[in-house]
């Protein structure tokens, strides 16, 4: 299931996965993606061993999630792909804390500069608590209200 979230960002897509695991859920998004013409064929095997150096997890948010940085010479369009997790899983922080990622966000850039202005987005985003939650209950008629409220709109693609 795909939802596109308009007025957030431009290219930006919302997946929703059953897939229990970080590397699982790669394989799987990394096929929808490709399909898309977002990234390219080497996506999942780059993010799943770039995991393993670089954990994705993130702390001290309101709603656990993971931020992965595709390489740019993985990358074919620009954009921030949001992986929603209906069974959440572990991921490594780079601290080497776990946690029980909701949300993957997915930050594919063709070039530096559009990478730190996604990046500064995503930022922006996580410490906005109102958004993280709408975000996990973008399912819900709430969830849709609150993006709605924030001028990130959503609906079904």
Not at 41 to 50: G, H, L, M, S
Request: hydrophobic share 45%; glycine share 4%; aromatic share 8%.
């Amino acid at each position: 299931m795909c939802r596109f979230i308009t007025e957030w960002m431009d290219t930006n897509w919302m997946w929703v996965t059953d897939q229990p695991t970080f590397e699982r859920a790669m394989l799987a998004i990394g096929l929808e993606l490709e399909g898309k013409g977002i990234v390219d064929d080497t996506f999942a095997q780059v993010i799943i061993e770039q995991e393993r150096t670089i954990p994705s997890g993130v702390t001290d948010v309101a709603i656990p999630v993971a931020v992965v940085d595709v390489p740019n010479r993985v990358s074919k369009r620009d954009g921030i792909t949001l992986l929603h997790l209906n069974r959440p899983f572990d991921v490594q922080t780079i601290a080497g804390e776990s946690v029980c990622a909701e949300m993957i966000f997915i930050i594919t850039a063709t070039t530096d500069e559009k990478k730190q202005m996604f990046h500064k987005l995503i930022d922006d985003l996580l410490m906005d608590d109102e958004a993280l939650q709408a975000l996990v209950h973008v399912q819900s008629r709430a969830g849709l209200y609150h993006l709605q409220m924030m001028d990130l709109k959503a609906f079904s693609y």
